[in-house]
């Protein structure tokens, strides 16, 4: 089936730890993105990569890092710099970025700090 | 900050429309407007997206007033499946490429 697979479903980190969120598209498209979602609120742009070997930080980039090696991987590592990582973290598509294309979602990680 | 403006919740009877309106009184002429919608915990799922025609799916249908002010997603029969958070989203494409911008979205709930 083609899709977003994101891994793993519940993530738990240390005080000090760097954790990497996992994401895998087979779609064949060019855009991923990364979003983070608070309870009860709505999603925000943490990173976004039209092309691979390229990216753009979004709205809340402080205390991540991305890379895009691969066209179909885009893993998100959180990392200590990151003072409230609580939160569902969630992947998306696109095929090549452009406003008139939908995103598809992955279904996202719920990172949790110990 | 979020481009829209939605109720936070709504309620809708089983088997009747479920009418869902958003303002985007800042849209420029490029910008399309989105609907997703999200079941807890769950990534979103889109469900339509227009420029400035009416706009119908199976999923669902988008009334798009003509000064592209405002729109209104319609469920035409709501079964309790659809009790979900909507999201409209105006889709920039600019200094952020692509990205949507997601404000808190409206709380569906269908009712029996």
């Known amino acids: 089936d083609g899709g977003i697979t994101q891994s793993p479903k519940y993530l738990f980190r240390k005080e000090g730890q760097n954790v990497t969120l996992s994401c895998e598209q087979n779609?064949?498209?060019?855009?991923m993105y990364w979003y983070r979602q608070d309870p009860g609120q709505g999603l925000r742009l943490i990173y976004y990569s039209q092309i691979v070997n390229d990216f753009q930080k979004g709205d809340i980039a402080e205390g991540y890092s991305v890379s895009r090696e691969k066209k179909e991987s885009f893993p998100l590592t959180v990392t200590s710099a990151q003072k409230n990582p609580t939160a569902f973290y969630l992947c998306?598509?696109?095929?090549?970025?452009?406003?008139?294309?939908?995103?598809?979602f992955g279904s996202g990680t719920q990172l949790s700090v110990l | 900050d979020a481009k829209t403006t939605q109720p936070p919740s709504m309620d809708c009877a089983e088997g009747r429309a479920a009418n869902l309106p958003c303002n985007h009184s800042t849209i420029s002429g490029n910008e399309y407007v989105y609907w997703y919608r999200q079941i807890h915990s769950q990534g979103p799922q889109y469900i339509i997206h227009?420029?400035?025609n009416n706009e119908t799916n199976e999923m669902a249908s988008l009334i798009i007033t003509e000064d592209r002010k405002s729109s209104t997603l319609i469920l035409p029969h709501a079964t309790l499946r659809d009790t979900a958070v909507y999201y409209c989203i105006v889709r920039s494409y600019g200094g952020s490429q692509g990205n949507l911008i997601f404000g808190k979205g409206t709380k569906l709930s269908v009712k029996p």
């Open positions: 779609l064949n498209h060019d855009a």
């Open positions: 998306a598509s696109s095929p090549s970025g452009a406003s008139y294309e939908k995103l598809f």
């Open positions: 227009g420029l400035k």
